[in-house]
């Protein structure tokens, strides 16, 4: 290994193992750490699931998975280390008593336990009674857990109570893997180490702010799930109101978890509520027709397979959020995320205000304002886009263009790994880094806020407002923006 740090290797134990979740997206995580030699070497790979399958056909099944999931060629290498660290126990999660199987595998003396939950929370009760009961757990023993934990307050409390009757706080890794993003955890490096951002980082300065969320991809077999969730609490209440608090945080104390989350609370706690007062002008809900996605023809919402031709479920969501304190009063933030748009794109982009006067009127009426464009995806990195005078002694007056200081990280860190989300979490999940999980207090800080709109949405009792398959959204998240003079960065 090349660690400059020794961690105790793991019993990493995840249950619905040959569900989607852990097929597409942690055995490849975990295929890729074991190809960077980041896997501690007595690591290993614990799947359990209700069907019946030998270790052999198991390795298969995870062979196939990552042929299919996997961007880049199998490493027979990599595939035989990886290969061997893999384990299949059969479990049908429902039934208490079969829990006692996993004693037959684990090594508590030598491996720290880890649980990833890769299943639905209905199942959370009943795997940690089974865990409980058979005696399998130590203090040092993990559990991680996904979004979403609950559908309301009410529903993520009763999750966190049965969590932690089994499992201490400090015991349980709340994943939202964009918080594993290069271009998320940059955000920390970029406000709180480089002056020119950590003094102008406020309302005197900074006009507003975008953060965009959209996917080309509609219901993808996922109706029936999707459509008692909707893109509020599917996508804004976990992954936008993150990256929310990233943004608008107040510098930590040090990178401890309890600082990092203590400073996220306080933004979470000052988000202005929206009520049925004021939610027709502070939120948009839309869901998609037919249209096109780059030339080809997809069915609208109400057409996808499965679908109740009834349903109000939005699959589109701007909002524009104020957050109540000193450092960002009178500043907004607008936030949107859909499917069915017309490209994939997940970006921050930060306006600063205009300056009061202009002397370069040849070449603009108003100055435009620079902006700070941070990628997420599908190209990770950092815009700084700004005035620059064109170059030659031909013009009388100087003439100004937009120019972009361009930061991409695959380019600038050609020879580093820059990894997905997952990898990340996964990782530090087996580390026992909390740093970069959700408390428990910031999930239901974050459903509160939640809470109130849905309420109100209830009460509104309309129709989401209609957009074509193809498009930015329905014309009412323009007219969001458009009511404050500003529009979307397209």
């Not at 105790?8 to 619905?16: A, S």
């Not at 980041?38 to 099944?61: C, F, K, M, Q, W």
């Not at 107040?250 to 509520?273: Q, T, Y």
């Not at 679908?307 to 907004?332: H, K, L, M, Q, Y």
Request: one cysteine or more; charged letters at 25%; a neutral charge.
């Amino acid at each position: 290994m090349k660690h400059d740090k020794t961690f105790k290797p793991c019993d990493l134990v995840i249950y619905g193992a040959l569900g989607d979740l852990s097929r597409r997206k942690l055995l490849v995580s975990l295929y890729r750490l074991e190809k960077a030699d980041l896997l501690e070497p007595d690591t290993r790979i614990i799947g359990v699931d209700r069907h019946a399958h030998s270790n052999e056909e198991y390795v298969a099944i995870a062979h196939k998975s990552l042929q299919s999931f996997l961007t880049d060629p199998l490493v027979d290498a990599v595939w035989q280390r990886f290969s061997n660290r893999l384990i299949y126990l059969q479990i049908d999660l429902l039934q208490i008593d079969q829990y006692q199987r996993l004693k037959s595998v684990l090594d508590s003396s030598h491996r720290v336990m880890v649980n990833y939950f890769a299943v639905s929370p209905f199942l959370f009760k009943s795997i940690c009674q089974g865990l409980a009961q058979s005696g399998v757990l130590t203090a040092e023993s993990r559990m991680v857990m996904e979004k979403p934990i609950g559908h309301d307050l009410k529903s993520s409390r009763e999750i966190h109570d049965e969590v932690s009757r089994v499992f201490a706080e400090r015991q349980v890794f709340r994943i939202d893997h964009y918080l594993g993003k290069e271009t998320v955890l940059n955000l920390l490096a970029l406000r709180f180490a480089n002056s020119i951002f950590t003094t102008n980082w406020n309302h005197n300065t900074i006009d507003h702010i975008q953060i965009t969320v959209a996917e080309e991809v509609g219901i993808e077999g996922r109706w029936e799930y999707f459509d008692k969730t909707g893109q509020l609490r599917d996508m804004l209440q976990n992954h936008l109101l993150q990256i929310l608090t990233f943004i608008a945080m107040e510098p930590p104390a040090d990178l401890e978890a309890a600082s990092i989350h203590s400073e996220k609370i306080k933004v979470l706690k000052a988000l202005r509520p929206i009520t049925k007062r004021n939610v027709e002008e502070k939120t948009v809900r839309g869901q998609y027709t037919c249209g096109y996605i780059k030339g080809q023809a997809v069915p609208g919402y109400l057409e996808e397979a499965g679908a109740d031709t009834e349903s109000t479920t939005e699959s589109f969501v701007a909002i524009r959020v104020d957050i109540d304190n000193w450092r960002w009063a009178g500043v907004p933030f607008y936030l949107r995320s859909g499917k069915r748009l017309q490209s994939k794109r997940t970006e921050i982009v930060v306006y600063f205000k205009q300056l009061p006067h202009n002397i370069f009127t040849e070449s603009f009426r108003e100055l435009p304002p620079n902006k700070l464009i941070i990628h997420l995806q599908p190209n990770e990195g950092v815009e700084i886009e700004m005035l620059n005078k064109i170059a030659g002694i031909e013009d009388e007056y100087i003439k100004l263009q937009k120019t972009k200081l361009d930061l991409s990280f695959s380019e600038q860190f050609k020879k580093s790994r820059v990894f997905g989300g997952y990898e990340k979490l996964v990782l530090e999940a087996m580390r026992g880094n909390p740093t970069l999980f959700l408390s428990r207090e910031e999930i239901e800080q974050a459903w509160v806020w939640v809470d109130s709109i849905q309420d109100a949405w209830r009460h509104l009792n309309a129709r989401p407002r209609p957009y074509a398959a193809g498009s930015w959204g329905p014309v009412a998240a323009v007219a969001l923006m458009a009511r404050d003079g500003r529009a979307w960065e397209e």
